[in-house]
Each structure stands twice: as C-alpha cells, then as structure tokens.
C-alpha cells in the first residue's frame, strides 16, 4: 500500500514570509497528526484530526499556525508569518481508528524540512 | 504532563555486536504504552517495537528486545547482532492509555552509529 505522502520535500523561506504544507494520509486512515521536529529533539504533536475534526490542537502556536483536513482525507498546515524558530522538520502521520487505541502504530511521512532565514 | 528522557545522545556498536540504549520516563499513571521508533536518514519514523505496562513479560521482535521495569520507569532497547541497515536516531515514546490526552510524548533521541 501507498504510504503517507508529503510535500514538499525541502522549503527555504525569510522570516515573516508565509508557508505551506501538503500531506495525503493512507487511504483509509481515519486519525491524522502533524509533528515538529527541531534539530536535536524529538517530534512534538501541533495538531491531531480525526476525520475533519480536530482533536487535540493544544500545542499549535494558534497565532502563526494553522491547519484544516480537506474532507477528512488531505491536510494542509500553514504558517503565517513564519520566525526564525520555525525552522525544523514537520512530520505528517496517520493511523487508521476512528477511534484511537493507545497503543496503534503511527504510519510517518517523510517529513517537509522547512528552513526560515 | 509526561516526560520522556533519553540519556545518550550518540551510541557506537560494531557490526554484529549488541548495544542497549537506555529511556527513562515520569509518569503518575498505571496504565500506558511504551514505543521505540527508528528513524533513517530519510526522515520516516518506523515503529521498532511496543510495550503495554500492564504486561510483565518484555516485548521482542526479532533482534529488537526491551528491558521494561515499570518502577524504575526504565524502558530500554536492545539491538543484537547489529546491522549496518540499523545506523539511524532511535526515538523513546510514552503513550497514555486514557482516551483524554494521549498523544504521543517522544525523547530526545539517541543516534546509533553502526561501525563494519
């Protein structure tokens, strides 16, 4: 089966310019996460969809980010306007409850790695 | 809120050796997951291996085993007979069982380097 995918691979951008992101989920995957990675650390969760409602968004810097599931299939995260500090790797992941089971493997992307200069 | 510790940032095995990577973790709760994911160069976490709490027995798969000691809140991962396909960061993750707020809370990450 396909996996998760994501674009774009690599984005360069100035500080206070705005940025997009893409990711397609599994076919089928019910439950969407989007994940920062900064150099050094590990993922930390910014926004979690089931279906096209969201479910935990308590993380996500609401004033810069934003992010919607068109249809409970794609999501897109955006920020606007992007600092310096946003610079890290976003991961996408799906898993395939509606219902999620604590203990259900995550399926990652290959992340966009977003340099803001 | 949980926190997830990994003390080693860089660990070094030869090829075919074993090398043990250590998670400890804080938590006031009984009953949650724990995970080791790996993650290549090419970004894409894969889950490795998973643990319940509830569960004495340690999980293994295949080369991949965990030393699981719920009141230490230890939790380490041990690869056997390392491979070179095996060089990647190694991230710790704790996941609560209860319904409310159970993201996934990962450590800092540990780099395996694998020497031939």
């Known amino acids: 089966e396909a996996g998760v995918a994501q674009s774009p691979r690599y984005k360069i951008i100035e500080k206070r310019q705005s940025v997009a992101f893409w990711c397609n989920p599994i076919?089928?995957?019910?439950?969407l996460y989007w994940y920062q990675q900064i150099l050094g650390q590990g993922p930390k969760l910014l926004i979690q969809?089931?279906?096209?409602?969201?479910?935990?968004d308590s993380q996500l810097p609401k004033d810069r980010f934003s992010a919607e599931r068109l249809k409970g299939v794609d999501s897109t995260l955006k920020i606007q306007p992007a600092k310096l500090e946003d610079s890290a790797v976003y991961l996408c992941?799906?898993?395939?409850?509606?219902?999620?089971?604590?203990?259900?493997?995550?399926?990652f992307g290959s992340g966009t790695q977003l340099s803001v200069l | 809120a949980q926190t997830v510790t990994q003390s080693q940032p860089e660990m070094s095995v030869q090829e075919a050796e074993t090398v043990t990577l250590s998670c400890t973790y804080d938590?006031?709760?009984?009953?949650?997951?724990l995970f080791w994911y790996k993650q290549p160069p090419s970004r894409q976490m894969i889950l490795v291996i998973r643990?319940?709490?509830?569960?004495?027995q340690n999980a293994t798969e295949n080369r991949f085993s965990v030393n699981f000691q719920k009141a230490a809140k230890s939790f380490s991962l041990k690869i056997s007979d390392s491979q070179l396909g095996d060089a990647a960061m190694y991230f710790c993750?704790?996941?609560?069982?209860?319904?409310?707020?159970?993201?996934?809370?990962f450590g800092g990450g540990t780099r395996v380097l694998v020497k031939p």
């Open positions: 938590t006031s709760e009984s009953d949650y997951y």
């Open positions: 993750a704790y996941r609560s069982a209860k319904a409310a707020g159970n993201k996934l809370t």
């Open positions: 643990q319940e709490a509830y569960k004495q």
């Open positions: 076919s089928g995957h019910a439950t």
């Open positions: 992941a799906s898993s395939p409850r509606h219902r999620v089971r604590a203990n259900e493997k995550l399926f």
């Open positions: 969809f089931q279906n096209n409602g969201v479910v935990d």
